[in-house]
Structure formats: C-alpha cells, structure tokens
T-cell receptor
Framework: DGGITQSPKYLFRKEGQNVTLSCEQN?????MYWYRQDPGQGLRLIYY???????QKGDIAEGYSVSREKKESFPLTVTSAQKNPTAFYLC????????????FGPGTRLTVL | GQQVMQIPQYQHVQEGEDFTTYCNSS?????IQWYKQRPGGHPVFLIQ???SGEVKKQKRLTFQFGEAKKNSSLHITATQTTDVGTYFC????????WGAGTKLIIKP
C-alpha cells in the first residue's frame, strides 16, 4: 500500500526537551511538508521540501528544524525554543510543486507536560 | 500577503438540511482544492477546480469556482452523519494558501 506514515501517533514531552517526529512516504513524491494544527484552527505551514537536501521555511518555522536526506523521509524536530509546541502535527507530500494536491499522513499529537 | 478567507467557521445543521461553505481569495487563483478532515483525522483531498465558472459534483456535494477565479463554494445537499468534519479550501497560485476551514456539526 502506498501512503504516508507518521510516528508516533501520540507524543508527550517535558518542557525543555527536543523531540523528533517521523514522516515517511512511499508514494515517490518529490515534495514534502509539515503543518501545525491547533484546536479548531486551520493548517499552518512549518517547513517544506521540494527536493532532497533542500528545504524552505514556512510561515511558522521558528523553534522547528527539519532534514531531507532521503526522498522518502522528512523528520521534524520540535526544539526547546518552540514556546508553545502542544499541537497536532501533520506531514504531507505532493508529486511535485507546491500547488499540487497534497496527501496527508495520520498526524502526531504532541503534548508538552 | 495572499489570503484565502473561509466562512462560516462553524455550521450547525439538522440531519437532512443543506450545508454551504464559502472561500474568497484576495487574488486571482490558478485553481482551488477542497479537502475534508474528519474529527480526529487528517485532511483528505476531495476535488480540484481549475476553470473559471467551473461546477463539479460528487454525489450530494457540489463545488463551484467563481467566474473571476477568486471565490469558491462547497454545497452539501441533505447532510448525513457521515458528512461531519471540517471542510478546507486551499487556493493555488505559486503555493497553496489554506482557508481556516468550516466545521460541519450535525445537531442531535
């Protein structure tokens, strides 16, 4: 089955700790994205990557970092510099450009204790 | 900057009533996409509209793209409990700009 997987589904973190969220896709898509969704809110773009070894900041990149060493993988690190990290994090991919249809993973719900 | 406004934020309907959500862009769009997010789930692509004045139907869902390619609507006829969720539009120029979503709530 082709698709996007995210792990873990739920994640709890203590304040001051970095945490890495996994995102893997086997759709052979070039572009990948990370979004943050707060309760009752829309999607806000954190980072995106259109090709391996290249990524760009989105609207709310502060306190986050990413890497794109393989086409299939786009992990997101939530650092201790992110002041309010409790949210639902969604990873997505698209065939090519930023205007293409996006396919989402199931999401990771991060709670800071 | 470029914005896509989506209204209303919430809509409460009785099962069987109709539902409509509207999106308006500050700039002309090359296309508009619609997604549905079920409660606790992730957004799932529904449809893309490209042409000025385009109307597309998926069973009880009707999607429209305005003549000026700056606005769009999604109308659901005779809502069912399976329609519950949040509907997002995403307008496209050189990037996708997401609307804030309209949450469809079915009154018990």
């Amino acid at each position: 089955d082709g698709g996007i997987t995210q792990s873990p589904k739920y994640l709890f973190r203590k304040e001051g700790q970095n945490v890495t969220l996994s995102c893997e896709q086997n759709l052979n898509h070039d572009a990948m994205y990370w979004y943050r969704q707060d309760p009752g809110q829309g999607l806000r773009l954190i980072y995106y990557s259109q090709i391996v070894n290249d990524f760009q900041k989105g609207d709310i990149a502060e306190g986050y970092s990413v890497s794109r060493e393989k086409k299939e993988s786009f992990p997101l690190t939530v650092t201790s510099a992110q002041k309010n990290p409790t949210a639902f994090y969604l990873c997505a991919s698209s065939i090519g450009g930023r205007t293409d249809t996006q396919y989402f993973g199931p999401g990771t719900r991060l709670t800071v204790l | 900057g470029q914005q896509v406004m989506q209204i209303p934020q919430y809509q409460h309907v009785q099962e069987g009533e109709d539902f409509t959500t509207y999106c308006n862009s500050s700039t002309t769009l090359s296309n508009i996409q619609w997604y549905k997010q079920r409660p606790g789930g992730h957004p799932v692509f529904l449809i893309q509209l490209v042409k000025s004045g385009e109307v597309k139907k998926q069973k009880r869902l009707t999607f429209q793209f305005g003549e000026a390619k700056k606005n769009s609507s999604l109308h659901i006829t005779a809502t069912q409990t399976t329609d519950v969720g949040t509907y997002f539009c995403a307008g496209s120029n050189y990037q996708l700009i997401w609307g804030a979503g309209t949450k469809l709530i079915i009154k018990p």
